[in-house]
């Protein structure tokens, strides 16, 4: 099992930068990749970014491609994403996942964290 822990959400104006973080605890080893996922009301859940443990690998949604970086401590278990220029397009409950493989679908991450709310007002 791998537990994970969302934090740094809040209520931002247009423009601003925000930083979520992901702790991450249990069988972390197991997990290859981290990933952002958010949810919008009404809407799915779609895919924002991703990182690999062991090679750095990201990738992004293009929705955030040179706004929003992925980044990882591996001495603190923790992802993180940095959220700059943000829109209120961006507002979202953002969830944090971990998954065996670098991808970009919802369905191949195994762990979910509990969400953080982000609200971009303009």
């Known amino acids: 099992q791998v537990q994970l822990v969302e934090s740094g959400g809040g209520l931002m104006q247009a423009g601003e930068s925000l930083r979520l973080s992901c702790a991450a605890s249990?069988?972390?080893?197991?997990?290859?990749?981290m990933g952002w996922f958010r949810q919008a009301p009404g809407k799915e859940r779609e895919f924002v970014a991703a990182i690999s443990w062991s090679r750095w690998s990201t990738v992004y949604a293009d929705s955030v491609k040179g706004r929003f970086t992925i980044s990882r401590d591996n001495a603190k278990n923790t992802v993180y994403l940095q959220m700059n220029s943000l829109k209120p397009e961006d507002t979202a409950v953002y969830y944090c996942?971990?998954?065996?493989?670098?991808?970009?679908?919802?369905?191949?991450?195994?762990?979910w964290g509990q969400g953080t709310q982000v609200t971009v007002s303009s």
């Open positions: 249990g069988r972390t080893s197991s997990s290859v990749a």
């Open positions: 996942a971990a998954g065996p493989r670098l991808t970009t679908q919802r369905g191949t991450y195994d762990y």
